[in-house]
Every structure is written in C-alpha cells, then in structure tokens.
Nanobody, 121 residues
C-alpha cells in the first residue's frame, strides 16, 4: 500500500521560512517523478491544485512555477524515500495546503493528505 505523508507545515510571518517533508512508502521511490502541489481554501477539486515544483531522480533540472522560482528549493533523498521543499521569503499568497505527489509514467498518481501552510502577520 502506498503512503505519502507530508509534514512541516505551520504558521509563519511574511519573509519567514519553512521546510516541508514528504515520507514515501510502498513505491520504488527512485522510479517516481516527485512534485509538490498546493491548493488554496475553497478550491476543492484535485484538478485545481497548482504545481509548485517537481524533481526527477535522473539529474534533470528541477521544475519551479514562476511564482516560487528563486524562493523555493525542491530536493529528494532516494536512499530514505524522502521529498523536501525548502520555502524561503514566504508571502501571504503562499498560504495553501501543500500536497506531495508521486507519478511514474502513465500510472495513476499518488497523493499525500496535505499539510497546511499559513503566511500571516
């Protein structure tokens, strides 16, 4: 059974930093393209989740949405089946539920349960 478990969310002031983690089990982690998505309150459909960043295990450059490029850093540890998102210089528009996503080829993607990030004074 596949499990993706996010952690590290919380409340932070504008300009602050958080590091999200995603622990994966039940998959051959290195085969999967791993991503972070986010969804703002009120947007209930999976299709409305925004791709924030993604990373493969084959050394290709990571992908970043333009809104986070230069502020967020995605990384992975294939030995420990972990995905990370270092988020710096956070602003209120980054407030959302952040989801870990695992996708391999044409297979159905797997999702975590999400972790809330709130940026507020």
């Amino acid at each position: 059974q596949v499990h993706l478990v996010e952690s590290g969310g919380g409340l932070v002031h504008p300009g602050g930093s958080l590091t999200l983690s995603c622990a994966a089990s039940g998959i051959t982690f290195r085969r999967y393209y791993m991503s972070w998505y986010r969804q703002t309150p009120g947007e209930g459909r999976v299709e409305e989740r925004e791709l924030v960043a993604g990373i493969s295990s084959v050394g290709a450059p990571p992908y970043y949405d333009h809104s986070v490029k230069g502020r967020f850093t995605i990384s992975r540890d294939d030995a420990d089946n972990m995905l990370y998102l270092q988020m710096d210089n956070l602003n209120p528009s980054d407030t959302a539920i952040y989801y870990c996503n695992a996708k391999a080829g044409v297979d159905k993607p797997f999702w975590g349960q999400g972790t809330q990030v709130t940026v507020s004074t």
